[in-house]
């Protein structure tokens, strides 16, 4: 039996805990960051024991540095190929570097980096390409980040699990 939990934390931070590992999308645990400003308070369960955060890209609302910094410096963080440097210059540790196709080892799952069509032109984090990741143990599981559509994204969506309650509770929050 397949076991796992999607828990939405707010804006493209999400938390996943499958087959014993648990990853971090994007956090942005801020109360307010720019025009962001968070209804309730961030659930402290969401941010124990993480294995690794993924970061899809360099926007200010997905690379948020004092976020980070929250979750401490030597948790390990994937951020696309080009970024690595900017990250590992706020003195996190541990910083992997990935481009669409290359795959990492997190505990018993497979995390590969997808295409993601997204500019990368705003702030002074614009470095780096955009990224999706595509999280395989017991579930397949699609982190798209921010993209448009793109030519493959379909055969990406092939053999995807929905979990429907995780998708409600996005669409109720």
Known sequence: ???????????????????GARLLTDPVLRRRMGHLRRRGRVDADALRG?????????????LDIPSLERLGRVTPI????????????????????????ETISVGALSVT???AEHGGSRGPFSSGRAVG????????IYFAGDTDLF???AELGEGL??????LAAVLDS
Do not use: C, K, N
């Not at 039996?1 to 087959?19: E, F, K, R, S």
């Open 50 to 62: 993480i294995d690794t955060i993924l970061i899809s890209h360099a926007h200010y609302d997905h």
């Open 133 to 140: 990741y595509l999280v395989e143990g017991s579930r397949r």
């Open 113 to 115: 980096a997808t295409v």
């Open 161 to 166: 699990d929905a979990w429907e309650e995780a």
């Open 1 to 19: 039996m397949a076991t796992g939990q999607i828990t939405y934390v707010g804006h493209a931070t999400v938390h996943i805990a499958l087959d």
């Open 151 to 153: 030519p493959g994204m």
């Open 78 to 101: 994937v951020v696309p190929r080009g970024l690595g440097a900017l990250v590992r210059r706020r003195s996190f540790a541990h910083v992997v570097e990935l481009e669409a196709g």
